[in-house]
């Protein structure tokens, strides 16, 4: 959102240019308006035109310059804001990249199958790369110690030949 919100601002600002420019025009042709009449104030022969009129003109001239030098200017400071505001948007478009990689990294994976047994991280904390986690014990296979007599013995192992038949008539 943060690089969507600084593409806008960019947009917002190129269109702020083309507007100021546009002024910039119609400012430029005022100045030459203004001192075309003071041309002409200035050519008539003396007496006709006061020096107050002749003033008045000059007045209009310097104030439409300095219009026109007020636009240009912030023309030039339109484009400074742009140049930052670029470097703004890439700055968030490496910020996205970075949280994507972030986010990729949270995710955890066990490579076995088992029970979690001890718990060493608590929930919401940071852990650093290569601490552990929890202690998960393999399931797949278990060792089990046992005093049987050998009657005892022949019943357990008739349980999983039983099973064995069963899981193949089932499979048929």
């Not at 002024?23 to 041309?39: N, T, Y």
């Not at 994976?109 to 929930?123: Q, W, Y």
Request: charged residues 30%; proline residues 1%; without cysteine.
């Amino acid at each position: 959102r943060l690089q969507e919100q600084e593409y806008q601002s960019l947009q917002e600002v190129d269109q702020e240019m083309v507007n100021t420019k546009r002024l910039i025009d119609v400012a430029a042709r005022d100045v030459d308006l203004r001192q075309q009449e003071l041309d002409r104030q200035n050519a008539l022969p003396s007496g006709f035109a006061s020096r107050a009129e002749v003033d008045q003109a000059e007045r209009g001239v310097l104030e439409a310059r300095q219009q026109l030098v007020t636009l240009q200017n912030q023309v030039e400071l339109l484009q400074k804001r742009r140049v930052r505001l670029e470097a703004a948007e890439r700055l968030a478009a490496t910020q996205l990249r970075a949280a994507e990689v972030n986010l990729e990294r949270t995710e955890i994976k066990s490579p076995i199958d088992g029970v979690i047994v001890k718990e060493d991280a608590e929930l919401n904390s940071f852990v650093s790369r290569g601490n552990a986690l929890v202690t998960i014990e393999d399931t797949s296979k278990v060792e089990v110690a046992s005093s049987l007599r050998m009657d005892q013995l022949y019943w357990v192992l008739d349980q999983v030949a039983a099973d064995s038949e069963a899981k193949s008539l089932a499979d048929d």
